[in-house]
């Protein structure tokens, strides 16, 4: 037996069958916690409250910004914060972020490439984050990564954010592709949970934020260490007798 010829596929075998795949945004294709980071700084500064560090930041993302202002809050007063200071707190991160959402802010590794080729293979692709949809516009156009998407959701767009399944859903519902045919992307035990919730197949990237944890510990059906590796070139060999 002879290897006859070789042939590449483009996909990676977990989107064999698969038409939808839904992105997370902040820590799966944006490295944004330099950017959330010197907001949160900025609007702990307004309050006269000590201003935390980046890596106490980069703990904190993943719950959307009421949550993030919240934690950071609750640091700062080693105590809860109350309604009022939690308010001006948000409306002075939510101004300081909208100010400058993408001067540190960068694309991880592959990521252009990646979106391109799923996009070329036609793929339909959603974004799902829990950061503000105001900001996923600016964000989008400024990576030039608009045209690969169909359609976004930010954490205040719908009732529930993840870990709900209720964004992913929705986001299948209006592509009228059936669940088992989605795959969510994402690096956090949010996406992980709200894509098994959808009944999506889950793929999960370790270098994003997961408050400190692994992402294995939310059984994702497949770790990857990066985008590209969805496009993983796979030879096939056809053999002859
Ligand atoms: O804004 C957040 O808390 C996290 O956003 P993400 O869902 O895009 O990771
Ligand atoms: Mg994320």
Known sequence: MKVHSIRYSDLHPVLQGKRLIAFDLDGTLIDSVPD???????????????????????????????????????????AAPDPALQRRGYDAFMTYYGA??????????????????????????????NKPERFI???????????????????????????SALPLLHAAQTSQIPPSECVMVGDSRHDIAAGKAAGFTT????????????????????????LTELLMTVPHATRTA
């Open 36 to 78: 959330l980071a010197a907001a949160v700084a900025c609007a702990l500064r307004e309050l006269d409250l000590p201003e935390p560090s980046e890596s106490d930041v980069r703990n904190w993302v993943g719950n959307g910004a009421p949550v993030l202002v919240e934690r950071a809050l609750a640091w700062a007063l080693q």
């Open 100 to 129: 400058a959402p993408s001067v540190l802010t960068t694309l991880y590794p592959g990521v252009q490439p990646a979106l391109q080729a799923l996009h070329k293979q036609g793929m339909t692709l959603v974004l799902i984050t």
């Open 137 to 163: 516009e600016p964000l989008l156009k400024h990576f030039e990564l608009l045209d690969y998407f169909t359609l976004w959701v930010g954490g205040d767009s719908l009732a529930e954010k993840k870990p």
């Open 203 to 226: 793929v999960a990237l370790p270098y994003g934020y997961n408050h400190g944890e692994p992402i294995e510990d939310s059984h994702p059906d497949l770790v990857l260490s990066s």
